[in-house]
């Protein structure tokens, strides 16, 4: 399997992003290069495209993948493909507080600590949906990581579109997430535009 194995900080800076939306709370004490020259058209689209892939942590083939399942959805385009990557079995662990980054939930998923409506669950890219229930298998919740998160996620916020119940460590889709649940900063119509070209 392909991993991303750039450097966090370093990324985020280049790409002009907190560090905190993929979950890291670190700061970098470089500064980043000032270019004095106005971004063509295409530099605009191509940073947009490599921001969502920064922060959902997925590669080419992927959104490409994904890109081509919103366009056949009806509606915005836009709003459709980031509300396909908002419903990714990873992203779901990262944003129910399981997981401490999107990173982390990728390898807990592919390690198969959780299950989805009470069967093992192994594929953090596959897409979830209304009524689906995750759960940590019974043979994680023994281990030391587990147990000092169960103490965190007591009072934990989770967002609208899910459903926390922090004493059995367990989450629920009760809707689908909406454009206003993504909380970083893309603009989905620019990456419409470099997938038309």
Same mark, same amino acid.
């Given at each position: 399997m392909a991993k991303n194995m750039q450097p966090v900080l370093k990324r985020a800076r280049t790409l002009g992003i907190e560090p905190g939306f993929v979950g890291v709370y670190k700061k970098s004490k470089r500064k980043p290069k000032q270019n004095r020259r106005k971004p063509s058209n295409y530099a605009l689209q191509l940073t947009e495209k490599q921001k969502v892939k920064f922060v959902y942590g997925i590669l080419e083939k #992927?959104?490409?993948r994904t890109f081509a399942k919103a366009e056949k959805q009806s509606g915005n385009v836009g709003e459709n493909l980031l509300v396909l990557l908002e419903r990714r079995m990873d992203n779901v662990v990262y944003r129910l507080g399981l +997981? @401490? &980054?999107r990173r982390? +939930? =990728?390898q807990l998923v592919s390690h198969a600590h959780f299950?989805?409506?009470g069967k093992k669950m192994n594929i953090p890219s596959a897409t979830l949906k209304v009524g689906d229930v995750i759960a940590v298998r019974e043979k994680?919740? #023994?281990s030391p990581k587990f147990k000092a998160l169960a103490e965190n996620l =007591? @009072? =934990?916020a989770t967002p609208a579109w899910l459903e926390l119940d922090a004493n059995n460590? &367990? @989450?629920k889709i009760v809707a689908l997430p909406a454009r206003a649940d993504v909380d970083a900063p893309?603009?989905?119509q620019l990456i419409v535009e470099f997938y038309s070209r």
């Open positions: #992927q959104l490409r +997981a @401490g &980054t982390e +939930a =990728k299950t989805l409506n994680s919740l #023994q =007591k @009072g =934990k460590m &367990t @989450g893309i603009t989905e």
